[in-house]
């Protein structure tokens, strides 16, 4: 059973900068593809971007490629989301995820945090 927790939510300018992080505990973190994953009130969930165990590979949905950047520390058991010139529209709940398998679909993520809010003012 893996728990995770995120962090560094907040409010921030149009054009500005956060990194969220997401721990993990309760499992081998490296044997997990990690996800980041947000949600707009009244929208659907959506894939952001996900990172294999190893930290290679990542992928990013095309609407925010080229702003943000994901990593990984297996020692540190963490996940980051480097998010620069954000947007209004960038405006959701982020929740980090992790699955065994390389997907972006959220509904094969078994595991969940409880999610860090971002409101990116214009």
């Known amino acids: 059973q893996v728990q995770l927790v995120e962090s560094g939510g907040g409010l921030v300018q149009a054009g500005g900068s956060l990194r969220l992080s997401c721990s993990a505990s309760?499992?081998?973190?490296?044997?997990?593809?990690m996800g980041w994953f947000r949600q707009a009130p009244g929208k659907e969930r959506e894939f952001v971007a996900l990172?294999?165990?190893?930290?290679?590979?990542?992928s990013y949905a095309d609407l925010v490629k080229g702003r943000f950047t994901i990593s990984r520390d297996n020692a540190k058991n963490t996940v980051y989301l480097q998010m620069n010139s954000l947007k209004p529209e960038d405006t959701a709940v982020y929740s980090c995820?992790?699955?065994?398998?390389?997907?972006?679909?959220?509904?094969?993520?078994?595991?969940w945090g409880q999610g860090t809010q971002v409101t990116v003012s214009s």
């Open positions: 995820a992790a699955t065994l398998a390389t997907t972006t679909r959220w509904r094969d993520y078994g595991y």
């Open positions: 990172i294999n165990w190893s930290g290679g590979r990542p």
């Open positions: 309760g499992g081998t973190f490296s044997r997990y593809v």
